[in-house]
Protein backbone atom coordinates (compact mmCIF):
# COMPACT_ATOMS: atom_id res chain seq x y z
CA UNK A 1 0.00 0.00 0.00
CA UNK A 2 1.30 3.51 -0.98
CA UNK A 3 1.05 7.11 0.81
CA UNK A 4 -1.79 8.02 -0.89
CA UNK A 5 -3.67 5.03 -0.75
CA UNK A 6 -3.53 5.17 3.38
CA UNK A 7 -4.11 9.26 3.25
CA UNK A 8 -7.84 7.82 1.51
CA UNK A 9 -8.87 4.56 4.23
CA UNK A 10 -7.24 6.06 7.16
CA UNK A 11 -10.56 6.99 8.49
CA UNK A 12 -11.90 3.76 7.53
CA UNK A 13 -8.96 2.10 9.03
CA UNK A 14 -9.64 4.05 12.13
CA UNK A 15 -13.16 3.23 12.22
CA UNK A 16 -12.54 -0.70 11.96
CA UNK A 17 -13.95 -0.69 8.61
CA UNK A 18 -11.33 -2.45 6.51
CA UNK A 19 -11.01 -5.99 5.73
CA UNK A 20 -8.67 -7.42 7.85
CA UNK A 21 -6.01 -7.92 4.97
CA UNK A 22 -6.27 -4.42 4.33
CA UNK A 23 -6.32 -3.11 7.53
CA UNK A 24 -3.29 -5.35 8.32
CA UNK A 25 -1.24 -3.85 4.94
CA UNK A 26 -2.15 0.12 6.25
CA UNK A 27 -0.87 -0.68 9.72
CA UNK A 28 2.20 -2.41 7.88
CA UNK A 29 2.96 0.44 6.09
CA UNK A 30 2.47 3.09 8.86
CA UNK A 31 5.35 1.24 10.86
CA UNK A 32 7.57 2.48 8.17
CA UNK A 33 6.36 5.71 6.81
CA UNK A 34 7.21 8.62 8.87
CA UNK A 35 5.21 10.61 6.44
CA UNK A 36 1.78 8.64 6.82
CA UNK A 37 2.51 8.06 10.96
CA UNK A 38 2.04 11.49 12.20
CA UNK A 39 -1.23 12.06 9.83
CA UNK A 40 -2.52 8.81 11.47
CA UNK A 41 -1.87 10.09 15.13
CA UNK A 42 -3.53 13.11 14.57
CA UNK A 43 -6.48 11.65 13.56
CA UNK A 44 -6.96 9.25 15.95
CA UNK A 45 -6.30 11.42 18.77
CA UNK A 46 -9.18 13.66 17.27
CA UNK A 47 -11.23 10.59 17.33
CA UNK A 48 -10.46 9.99 20.63
CA UNK A 49 -11.90 13.83 21.11
CA UNK A 50 -15.04 13.01 19.52
CA UNK A 51 -15.68 9.91 21.06
CA UNK A 52 -14.68 11.27 24.65
CA UNK A 53 -16.94 14.33 23.46
CA UNK A 54 -20.36 12.53 22.49
CA UNK A 55 -19.80 9.89 25.59
CA UNK A 56 -19.50 13.41 28.56
CA UNK A 57 -22.57 14.09 29.99
CA UNK A 58 -24.30 17.21 28.96
CA UNK A 59 -26.31 19.11 31.53
CA UNK A 60 -29.69 20.25 30.72
CA UNK A 61 -29.79 23.96 31.58
CA UNK A 62 -30.60 24.86 34.95
CA UNK A 63 -34.38 26.45 34.13
CA UNK A 64 -35.04 23.36 32.07
CA UNK A 65 -34.04 21.33 34.87
CA UNK A 66 -36.09 23.69 37.52
CA UNK A 67 -39.22 23.15 35.09
CA UNK A 68 -39.20 19.45 35.03
CA UNK A 69 -38.43 19.10 38.39
CA UNK A 70 -41.05 21.31 39.23
CA UNK A 71 -43.73 19.37 36.77
CA UNK A 72 -43.12 16.25 38.32
CA UNK A 73 -43.42 17.55 41.71
CA UNK A 74 -47.16 18.81 40.46
CA UNK A 75 -47.46 14.89 39.30
CA UNK A 76 -46.61 13.00 42.19
CA UNK A 77 -48.88 15.53 44.16
CA UNK A 78 -51.49 14.12 41.28
CA UNK A 79 -52.20 17.70 40.37
ZN1 LIG B 1 3.09 6.67 3.80
Redesign the pocket.
Given at each position: M??PE?AERLWEYLDDELAAKEAAALAF??EG?G??RPHYRCDRAFLVLVVRSLRAPCPAPARLRMVVRARLDELRAGR
Open positions: ECVHLCHC
